[in-house]
């Protein structure tokens, strides 16, 4: 078995591309060598700021020899009185390389069963791979030199061997070679023998080129400097990905900076670190309080610090420099001063300022507080609707945006304001994404679904509802945060009554209810789908038979709990045939004096048996338990009835049957 190398070196790649690349030239690989039939065991991709390249082990030496059967002319046409082959045969046997012998007659065709030798995997690697390449794709890609094909950035060197042989290829404006480079301030003119010495000889040349064991590289190192100062570090998945893709070979150094910058609130300090210049923040391993000291990594060859903990140590200065200005004009005044700023703020066309929002989020969330029953709660969360947007119009969220919320909290706790506010202001833009946390504080929870809600029906209201390449404000994550919100925390909230209210409350009506609320299911169905199959939270959903989940979004968890469990292939029976017979709604009363056969009476005694008490387990089975009752019913009893009175009867009594089917789910879609 062979092994394919193959490297293309380039001037420093964007951060955000190279995982795209990555994804890309794996799957252009692995499809290329399925569709040409040649076998392979692992297709590696390895990349750094400087080169992208890819390791296929286990690839077989050609393709395999492949029968083929070719349908040739009409019989007659090939042969001709004499069985000998005509003009038109000969060309037939010549063009795929057989003797008259090999031919044969099927549905009066001539056909010829040839055999198309395999290509030596060498050749179909220097046919492909440039193909593979060119079709990588992704955001500013560029042209240099003469060039018309463009790349993210200009290509220095290409590399394609397998095993000790070179493949010789083109990229681009580079012919191929042997050769590669190490960091740019290490070796250069690297020969590779073969690809099994690829790896530990860019090491050597200080460059770590798989990422798995770069960012492992960078996680040890960084531990390795905490651990020196009894410090952890909490390093998210994006900034750890981000400083992974910016170095060769990275080198941890720990910096300082003024302790006095500390009294500034930890989530500026943070930030300017870790968004700004990609730093590791520090925290005391047992308080978890920020330190004066963050970890860098840095793409060097040397032991020689001083300059670059200087150099970083200017930089982190100005930022937070700035930050603690900005934070000490903003707090010579309280929080709520700053609120009838937010009438000169566009929330957006036609809905008014950001004040007005803040007057809607204000009403909404006192609806909210009253339908959860939460009075004891009530004060703390119309404060917190009232100062949840005033940090918007501080200096410090002008120049740190993300920490909006963050920033409102912690002048909230400057101002004096009660712990629940403080809290709530930070929470109610929670949860930041699909996987971060929900609101703990009952105010972070319940104004984050009034700013949610007023968000989403404005959207709507305005014609600006989501597709498929746009989410305006982002509407999906708004009903995405209310979704987690109110199933984690078990709130009992009518979304459709919420909806209804906030639309009324907007400075333009529209008719948007409807859209709204299948918009929420679209969302919810999406959301469970990991844990659900979708067709039993579509049936549970199913608008044909009444059924909206936005009236109670935890009481439809629990039915399609329920429903999941359902294994009873009568019952689906018995429920289709019911919704079958029923094409119209039936709202007469069942009248027991018209009933003339004992089944009639079986199922009528049946159904008054049959209530729901909030328990759908329990429920399902009450359905499962009537079975018997019900298919007796269809076994003695004529639905269509000659007599028009005792036929109407027997379809009012079956739609009493449907309504307590419904009552869990639309059977038809199961």
């Known amino acids: 078995m062979s092994k394919y190398l193959f490297e293309v070196g380039v001037e420093e790649l964007p951060y955000k591309f190279i995982p795209m690349a990555i994804t890309q030239l794996k799957t252009g690989f692995e499809t290329f060598l399925n569709t040409y039939n040649v076998d392979f065991k692992n297709v590696k991709v390895m990349a750094t700021p400087r080169r992208l390249a890819v390791i296929v082990d286990g690839l077989s030496a050609s393709q395999p020899d492949v029968e083929k059967v070719v349908k040739g002319p009409i019989a007659n046409v090939a042969f001709d009185e004499n069985n000998n082959l005509t003009k038109a045969g000969e060309g037939f046997a010549n063009k795929n390389g057989v003797s008259k012998e090999d031919l044969y007659i099927e549905d009066n065709y001539v056909y010829a069963k040839i055999v198309v030798k395999g290509k030596d995997t060498k050749s179909v690697l220097q046919e492909n791979v440039p193909v593979i390449f060119s ?109 992974t893709f910016i170095c060769e070979y990275p080198v941890a150094v720990t910096c300082n900076f003024d ?16 968004t700004h210049q990609r730093y590791f923040a520090l925290y005391q391993k047992d308080s978890g309080k920020l330190i004066n000291k963050f970890v860098t990594i840095t793409n060097y060859i040397g032991s020689e610090f001083e300059n670059i903990k200087a150099g970083n140590l200017r930089v982190i200065k100005a930022r937070l420099d700035d930050a603690v200005f900005f934070f000490r004009e903003d707090t010579k005044k309280p929080l709520e001063s700053y609120i009838e700023n937010l009438k000169g703020m566009t929330f957006q066309k036609g809905m008014g300022s950001v004040y007005d929002k803040t007057q ?68 109610h833009y929670f949860p930041l994404n699909a996987d971060s946390e929900t609101a703990k504080s009952v105010e972070g929870q319940i104004v984050g679904i009034a700013d949610k809600i007023d968000t989403i029906c404005a959207v709507f209201a305005a014609g600006k509802k989501p597709t498929g390449s746009s989410d305006p404000l982002g509407v999906r994550r708004a009903a995405l945060g209310i979704i987690k919100t109110v199933l984690e925390h078990n709130l009992k909230l009518d979304l459709s009554e919420l909806i209804k209210y906030a639309a009324m409350l907007l400075p333009v009506k529209a008719e948007i209810q409807k859209e709204v609320e299948e918009f929420f299911v679209q969302r919810l169905i999406i959301f469970l789908n990991a844990d659900y199959s979708k067709t039993v939270l579509e049936a549970c959903s199913s608008d044909s038979a009444g059924l909206n ?112 089917y419904i009552i869990l789910t639309d059977f038809a879609k199961l």
């Open 135 to 243: 079709k990588l794709q992704g955001p500013h890609f560029m042209r240099w030199g003469n060039n018309d094909v463009k790349f993210s950035r200009p290509i220095r060197w290409v590399l394609s061997i397998l095993d000790s042989e070179e493949v010789k290829i083109k990229i681009i404006d580079k012919e191929s070679s042997n050769l590669t480079n190490g960091h740019r301030f290490s070796t250069q003119n690297i020969k590779i023998n073969n690809p099994d010495e690829y790896i530990e000889k860019l090491r050597e040349a200080h460059v770590i080129v798989d990422q798995e064991e770069r960012k492992n590289k960078i996680l040890e190192l960084t531990k390795i400097e905490a651990d020196k100062l009894n410090a952890v570090t909490k390093i998210s998945d994006d900034l750890l990905e981000e400083v």
């Open 360 to 427: 809607r989020i204000i009403n909404l969330s006192s609806v909210i507080a009253e339908s959860l029953g939460i009075n004891d709660k009530l004060d703390s969360v119309k404060r917190t609707a009232q100062l949840c947007k005033a940090d918007l119009a501080t200096n410090l969220v002008f120049e740190f945006t993300e920490l909006q919320g963050f920033i409102g909290s912690d002048y909230a706790r400057v101002a004096g304001e009660n712990e629940g506010v403080i809290e709530g202001i930070k929470e």
């Open 259 to 274: 302790e006095a910058y500390l009294t500034i609130p930890q989530e500026v300090a943070v930030t300017v670190m870790e």
């Open 549 to 660: 989940p936005c009236k109670d979004l935890c009481d439809y968890v629990l039915r399609v709990q329920a429903v999941t469990e359902l294994n009873d292939e009568k019952l689906l029976e018995n429920a289709n045939r019911v919704l079958r017979i029923l094409k119209d709604e039936n709202k007469n009363e069942v009248s027991e004096s018209l009933f003339t056969i004992q089944a009639e009476k079986d199922l009528y005694n049946a159904l008054k048996g049959l209530t729901f008490e909030g328990d759908y387990n329990a429920y399902l089975q009450k359905l499962i338990q009537i079975n018997p009752v019900v298919t007796k019913f269809f076994e003695d009893v004529l639905v269509m009835d000659n007599d028009e009175k005792i036929k109407n009867n027997r379809l009012s009594l079956l739609n009493t049957l449907k309504n307590k």
